[in-house]
Nanobody, 115 residues
Framework: QVQLVVSGGGLVQAGESLRLSCAAP????????MGWYRQAPGKQREFVAH???????NYVDSVKGRFTISRDNAKNTVYLQMGNLKPVDTAVYYC?????????WGGGTRVTVSS
């Protein structure tokens, strides 16, 4: 059973920063892709950022230049550094990993950005 531990959400003001973390402890096999989605109130879940095992990243256009995804393979952890946060970034953020052809999701962490 793969369990992802997510942390780092909270309430911030517009323009501030937050860093989200998502760890997959106890996994010994190689983790392929890692990434983040988010779901704003009343909206569908949307892709935010992705990082491959080789470090290639991609982002949804709305966060490019403000968010940075990174990973620490030794810790089986993916991070999302969020800068210059805006009220439209308010959402529950979910991480995922891909391992052995299977997708695993972490529980969400809420990010609230006040204006």
């Amino acid at each position: 059973q793969v369990q992802l531990v997510v942390s780092g959400g909270g309430l911030v003001q517009a323009g501030e920063s937050l860093r989200l973390s998502c760890a997959a402890p106890g996994i010994t096999a190689t983790i392929n892709d890692m990434g983040w989605y988010r779901q704003a109130p009343g909206k569908q879940r949307e892709f935010v950022a992705h990082i491959s095992s080789g470090g290639t990243t991609n982002y949804v256009d709305s966060v490019k230049g403000r968010f940075t995804i990174s990973r620490d393979n030794a810790k089986n952890t993916v991070y999302l550094q969020m800068g210059n946060l805006k009220p439209v970034d308010t959402a529950v953020y979910y991480c995922y990993i891909v391992r052995g052809g299977m997708n695993y999701w972490g529980g969400g962490t809420r990010v609230t950005v006040s204006s």
